[in-house]
T-cell receptor, first 116, second 114 residues
Framework: SQKIEQNSEALNIQEGKTATLTCNYTNYSPAYLQWYRQDPGRGPVFLLLIRENEKEKRKERLKVTFDTTLKQSLFHITASQPADSATYLCALDMLRYGGSQGNLIFGKGTKLSVKP | NAGVTQTPKFQVLKTGQSMTLQCAQDMNHEYMSWYRQDPGMGLRLIHYSVGAGITDQGEVPNGYNVSRSTTEDFPLRLLSAAPSQTSVYFC?????????????FGDGTRLSIL
């Protein structure tokens, strides 16, 4: 069965450093991958989407890479700030596995803490 | 902009009781879905709908019913609550047409079954 792993439950870094979060998947060939941010007591909020034929996507201080050979996505936050502290979720589509466009499978998330 | 609105925010039920979790969106999105989020697990898809009158099962549909009579509303029903259904429930919607559409989530309903 398809499996998606975010290999760190928690990541602690100093303000100003670059945070790098990892999302790995197995038994899978997603058409695209999404990253979400979730704050305590709130629903996930969409950040970035990257397609299988894209290597890298950027949005302000955020960068996502997608390596379909390694079956891995990296999510970077440069010049991190305490306000970036949250849980970050990666999600893959289910298009090629009988799912409807819109059905996603989520990782467990990585809780990022940025210390001043 | 309201986006996706879920009610109630919190609920405590006794085993065997029934209830309906409400979800409404004002973005005219055809696709809506329900997820549950449990500690140590990712969000898991319960049911989804690609438009009014059309629903289908996700990964963990047992114990839940849904209906979609309007584009705006997608209620989730627990017919006979069980302690295993204690969870945080999220409703989401997205535009159809094109794979690169993000999900818009509500802020969840925290449900405890005693």
């Amino acid at each position: 069965s398809q499996k998606i792993e975010q290999n760190s439950e928690a990541l602690n870094i100093q303000e100003g450093k670059t945070a790098t979060l990892t999302c790995n998947y197995t038994n899978y060939s997603p058409a695209y991958l999404q990253w979400y941010r979730q704050d305590p007591g709130r629903g996930p909020v969409f950040l970035l989407l990257i397609r299988e034929n894209e290597k890298e996507k950027r949005k302000e201080r955020l960068k996502v890479t997608f390596d379909t050979t390694l079956k891995q996505s990296l999510f970077h936050i440069t010049a991190s700030q305490p306000a970036d502290s949250a849980t970050y979720l990666c999600a893959l589509d289910m298009l090629r596995y009988g799912g409807s466009q819109g059905n996603l499978i989520f990782g467990k998330g990585t809780k990022l803490s940025v210390k001043p | 902009n309201a986006g996706v609105t879920q009610t109630p925010k919190f609920q405590v039920l006794k085993t065997g009781q029934s209830m309906t979790l409400q979800c409404a969106q004002d973005m005219n999105h055809e696709y809506m879905s329900w997820y549950r989020q449990d500690p140590g697990m990712g969000l898991r898809l319960i049911h989804y709908s690609v438009g009014a009158g059309i629903t289908d099962q996700g990964e963990v549909p047992n114990g839940y019913n849904v209906s979609r009579s309007t584009t705006e509303d997608f209620p989730l029903r627990l017919l006979s609550a069980a302690p295993s259904q204690t969870s945080v429930y999220f409703c989401a919607s997205r535009e159809t047409g094109g794979e690169n559409q993000p999900q818009h989530f509500g802020d969840g309903t925290r449900l405890s079954i005693l």
